[in-house]
């Protein structure tokens, strides 16, 4: 059982590139989230679907897009990086009565 | 405006002694609060949950209390080791939107 399982872990990027950060869990959780943790941020809600079709913004959502065709899947876009994206983003599944299963993140830095 | 905030940033104990961690919150009115550990490197980890009708909740060495009068939860960890240095982050849930987070206390245990 691998819960939630974040791909790729590590990625360096170039201003102005994009990229698609994945996200897969095998609980078949119904709510699927989106974070980035920031040095003495703590960790901000970038996005969030409540089930397979949905999406929502959260409270950081600029600059990102996301999809969620599937159950199982919850995908993280940048269609144009930016120094300021330079993170660690974490994904995380759960239920309507929480608690949330994190994955173990995507290690991002922009040039 | 809302706010949720764990007392401090870093704290460090002697191995043995009880380690209590706080999480103060303004303007919510959280239905849940919950605790995760995050150890370097990987993603938060749930703990306990507590529900705003509960004054206290206990798991092995680990215990959460809930003042809905204060806004304030406790966490404390009896017989601490140091395994279980980490952060640990409390995060609420506001009612029908997603969990907020606080920006954790790094907890230190010192042998």
């Known amino acids: 059982n691998a819960g939630v399982t974040q791909t790729p872990k590590f990625r360096v990027l170039k201003t102005g590139q994009s990229m698609t950060l994945l996200c897969a869990q095998d609980?078949?959780?119904?709510?699927m989230y989106w974070y980035r943790q920031d040095p003495g941020m703590g960790l901000r809600l970038i996005h969030y679907?409540?089930?397979?079709?949905?999406?929502a913004k959260g409270e950081v959502p600029d600059g990102y897009n996301v999809s969620r065709l599937k159950k199982q899947n919850f995908l993280l876009g940048l269609e144009s990086a930016a120094p300021s994206q330079t993170s660690v983003y974490f994904c995380?599944?759960?239920?309507?009565?929480?608690?949330?299963?994190f994955g173990d993140g995507t290690r991002l830095s922009i040039l | 405006s809302q706010k949720i905030e764990q007392n401090s940033e870093a704290l460090n104990i002697q191995e043995g002694k009880t380690a209590t961690l706080t999480c103060n919150y303004t303007n919510y009115s959280p239905a849940y609060l919950q605790w995760y550990r995050q150890d370097p490197g990987r993603g938060p980890v749930f703990l306990l949950l507590i529900r705003e009708n509960e004054k206290e909740k206990r798991k092995e060495r680990l215990k959460v209390t809930f003042d809905t009068t204060l806004k304030q939860s406790l966490f404390h960890i009896t017989a601490s080791q140091p395994a279980d240095s980490a952060t640990y982050l409390c995060?609420?849930?506001?009612?029908?939107?997603?969990?907020?987070f606080g920006k954790g206390t790094r907890l230190s245990v010192i042998a």
């Open positions: 995380a599944s759960g239920t309507g009565d929480r608690p949330q299963h």
């Open positions: 679907s409540v089930g397979e079709g949905t999406t």
């Open positions: 995060a609420l849930d506001p009612r029908n939107t997603p969990l907020v």
């Open positions: 609980m078949n959780h119904e709510y």
